[in-house]
């Protein structure tokens, strides 16, 4: 798998993290998983916009937005056309939205213990882009 350079990264930190951005974020999650609300305090800190969809199956939204079935994680998030599947740290939402690149969009996949709204430190995880020419890769490492 192709890796990305991390200075992009801290680039997309060093953007004004309280920006309001033109269109909202939209999530649809369980309503009785915790670890999503953490995920929303968390987007909502950095300066995003978002309305959350409390839904019994969030299976059919993961199949609509094109996640696949190996990348799912507990809750799924358009923003502007683009996926954030489970725990994407918002800096890498930023910057995916910054940088445009042709892919559906990203997954922080399964259920890592350290990335926001999980909130154990010190565990690596990747987030992968999906929906591109030449299938999923990882797209960022923390």
Known sequence: MATVPLLGLARAAQAAPTARLESGLEIWQDPSCGCCEGWVRHMRATGFEVTAHKVADVRP??????????????????????????????????????????????????????????????????????????????????
Request: proline residues 13%.
């Open 61 to 142: 939204i993961k199949a609509a937005n094109g996640v696949p079935e190996a990348l799912w994680s507990c809750h799924t998030a358009v923003v502007d056309g683009q996926v954030a599947e489970g725990h994407v740290p918002a800096a890498d939402v930023r910057r995916l939205l910054a940088e445009r690149p042709r892919a559906k969009g990203r997954s922080a996949p399964g259920m890592p213990p350290s990335p926001p709204g999980m909130d154990i430190p010190r565990t690596p995880y990747e987030v992968v882009a999906f929906g591109a020419p030449g299938g999923a890769r990882v797209w960022a490492r923390h």
